[in-house]
């Protein structure tokens, strides 16, 4: 909320998305427009709100599990689509809601009772895959570092376009190693690029705990409507047999 703050939209006019998972709860936790959707479906339900209401700030959130495993097929479209909205990942790297599963950006060598000695899968490359989709803005920030997280955030909201930001963040349930993220988190010493394919480069070779903005680009808004004026009255005429 302290970015919608320094943004300076009042809770009326924002509108936060969530699927399902831990970090999904969130809308629950803000004073703004808020709906919790089912597994995976943040991203078009988001982008059907702002299709239909542009006036609205629409923020999608949701975890890694959510958004890159049933959500990663909307991730990549809504990358390309470049609809002006902001989707927060929080990645902690399991499935924590339900008693630690591996999820797509676990370590494939990550060991635990659900896959003991680990998938053997390579962890998807949320940053990489983003960019490779088409999203304009790619960065990453990290739960321990509040000042710098909330900047990312304010940045996201006022780019006019699609933008992504991954946010590091600890299970000290399931993960209690990643605990240690703090002391090994840090700004990226590269400034944003605004070529694709040496953003991609970073993103693949960059310390996976770098923190920044790896990409931004000025691109055209692809959905542009006017504000509809469907009551909700319409639409449930609209269903009546």
Same mark, same amino acid.
């Given at each position: 909320?302290?970015?919608?703050?320094?943004?300076?939209?009042?809770p009326?006019?924002?509108?936060?998305?969530?699927?399902?998972?831990?970090?999904?709860?969130?809308?629950?936790?803000?004073k703004? +427009?808020?709906?919790?959707?089912?597994? =995976?479906?943040?991203?078009?339900?988001?982008?059907?709100?702002?299709?239909?209401?542009?006036?609205?700030?629409?923020?999608?959130? =949701?975890?890694?599990?959510?958004? +890159?495993?049933?959500?990663g097929?909307?991730?990549?479209?809504?990358? &390309? &689509?470049?609809?002006?909205?902001? +989707?927060?990942?929080?990645?902690?790297?399991? +499935?924590?809601?339900?008693?630690?599963?591996?999820?797509?950006?676990?370590?494939?060598?990550?060991?635990?009772?659900?896959?003991?000695g680990?998938?053997?899968?390579?962890?998807?490359?949320?940053?990489?895959?983003?960019?490779?989709? =088409?999203?304009?803005?790619?960065?990453?920030?990290?739960?321990?570092?509040?000042?710098?997280?909330?900047?990312?955030?304010?940045?996201?909201?006022?780019?006019?376009?699609?933008?992504?930001?991954?946010?590091?963040?600890?299970?000290?349930?399931?993960?209690?190693?990643?605990?240690?993220?703090?002391?090994?988190?840090?700004? &990226?010493?590269?400034?944003?690029?605004?070529?694709?394919?040496?953003a991609?480069?970073?993103?693949?070779?960059?310390?996976?705990? =770098?923190?920044?903005?790896?990409?931004?680009?000025e691109?055209?808004?692809?959905?542009?409507?006017?504000?509809?004026?469907?009551?909700?009255?319409?639409?449930?005429?609209?269903?009546?047999?």
């Open positions: 909320m302290e970015a919608f703050s320094i943004v300076g939209r009042p009326h006019e924002i509108a936060i998305v969530s699927g399902i998972g831990c970090s999904s709860r969130l809308p629950a936790y803000t703004c +427009y808020g709906f919790h959707g089912v597994h =995976g479906r943040a991203l078009p339900f988001s982008v059907g709100l702002k299709m239909v209401r542009p006036d609205l700030e629409v923020v999608a959130v =949701g975890g890694d599990g959510d958004g +890159y495993s049933i959500g097929n909307h991730f990549m479209h809504a990358c &390309r &689509r470049n609809i002006d909205m902001l +989707y927060l990942v929080m990645d902690n790297r399991v +499935y924590g809601m339900t008693k630690g599963q591996p999820s797509p950006t676990t370590e494939g060598d990550w060991d635990s009772q659900i896959a003991p680990g998938t053997g899968l390579p962890s998807f490359n949320p940053l990489a895959v983003g960019l490779a989709a =088409g999203a304009n803005f790619v960065a990453r920030g990290y739960v321990g570092d509040p000042i710098g997280l909330t900047n990312l955030i304010v940045e996201g909201i006022q780019f006019k376009g699609f933008a992504f930001l991954e946010v590091l963040s600890p299970c000290a349930i399931f993960r209690p190693e990643e605990i240690g993220w703090k002391a090994r988190a840090h700004s &990226r010493k590269k400034p944003p690029s605004a070529d694709r394919a040496t991609i480069a970073d993103a693949l070779n960059e310390d996976e705990l =770098g923190l920044g903005v790896f990409f931004r680009r691109q055209a808004i692809d959905v542009k409507r006017e504000k509809s004026t469907l009551t909700l009255a319409d639409i449930e005429r609209s269903f009546e047999i």
